[in-house]
């Protein structure tokens, strides 16, 4: 299928629900990381579909991933899978990006984690409002050390530091390095994303 062009692109990077989580494994069974993972995908996808600043998605997922393409599905929602299905989480991320040349010319992309709980419609057209200018948004996890969330112009950016300990430094140096302009996005939903047990505590003070 071939999109318009000119549009904004989201792309979610995301495992099989049944896979997903593995770092909550002491505090949540399985089939909880499975649901946990599945409701926190619909929620981001939710968002995106809410917020007018947002066209189409692109779900990047594993070929065993049948419950995410199920849970994906719409007119608005493109599937890209990983046939590697072990690839590193920026390798997935660029190759949605490179993927986008495929079906469209967007006029910008946005790059976000599928595990938001706190994520509102506010936060995405936060983050997209820099691209106006041609400034690259980053948007990083409350602890300044990953990365949530990205937004850029056609053309800013085709690798990503995705995945690593430490991607938020890590993009930022890249940035610098290629003297490409950039604006940290701090809010709530952009910022809380679940990986440890730690995670659900705070999430558990945050929405009492």
Known sequence: MIAPDGQTWAIIP??????????????????????????????????????????????????DAHTVRE????????????????SS?????DAGIAHLS?????????????DLPSLNVQDIETLLEP???DTIAIAPDRHNLGTNALAFNTNALTKTRFGRADSFEQHKALFLLTQRPFAVIETTGLGF????????????????
């Open 102 to 114: 495929t079906l469209t010319r967007p006029r910008r992309i946005l790059i976000i984690m599928a």
């Open 89 to 93: 989480l920026n390798q997935v991320v």
């Open 14 to 63: 995301t495992k099989s629900f049944d896979n997903a989580k593995s770092r909550l494994s002491s505090a949540l069974s399985r089939q909880l990381r499975a649901k946990l993972a599945q409701d926190l995908f619909n929620h981001v996808l939710s968002c995106l579909r809410e917020s007018v600043a947002v066209d189409q998605v692109l779900v990047v997922t594993t070929p």
């Open 193 to 208: 994303d679940l990986d440890v047990p730690d995670d659900l505590t705070a999430l558990r003070r945050l929405n009492s």
């Open 71 to 86: 849970n994906a599905a719409g007119p608005d929602t493109h599937i890209l899978l990983d046939p590697e299905a072990v």
């Open 131 to 133: 691209t106006n200018s």
